[in-house]
């Protein structure tokens, strides 16, 4: 399994940004994904999550009405559109499989997004 985020990077408040997770190695439409944030001195926290289908989805709090999760199986990619962005946002964010047979979850290596003017 291996899922390669992309797409971050220094952003002003009020601006958007679209974060990539390119997924392989593993049945990716039978799975959900979800995106994962850590800021520093901080746990890491669930931001948005997807169903295998698209069909579905789920955000933080914080960030309902500002991102947007979304997915392509032909690609094999899970998107996470992030607009609005706030001093708060800034983390390093990790796109996220738990492979249910195996019980195992995988991250990506994580993508930078530093929100700052």
């Known amino acids: 399994v291996q899922l390669v985020e992309s797409g971050g990077g220094l952003v002003q408040p009020g601006g958007s940004l679209r974060l990539s997770c390119a997924a392989s190695?593993?049945?990716?439409?039978?799975?959900?994904m979800s995106w994962y944030r850590q800021a520093p001195g901080k746990e890491r926290e669930s931001v948005a999550a997807?169903?295998?289908?698209?069909?579905?989805?789920n955000y933080a709090d914080s960030v309902k009405g500002r991102f947007t999760i979304s997915r392509d199986n032909v690609k094999k990619m899970v998107y996470l559109q992030m607009n609005s962005l706030k001093p708060e946002d800034t983390a390093v964010y990790y796109c996220?499989?738990?492979?249910?047979?195996?019980?195992?979850?995988?991250w990506g290596q994580g993508t930078q997004v530093t929100v700052s003017s």
């Open positions: 996220n499989v738990r492979i249910t047979s195996t019980g195992v979850t995988y």
């Open positions: 190695g593993f049945a990716f439409s039978f799975y959900d």
């Open positions: 997807i169903n295998r289908a698209g069909s579905s989805t």
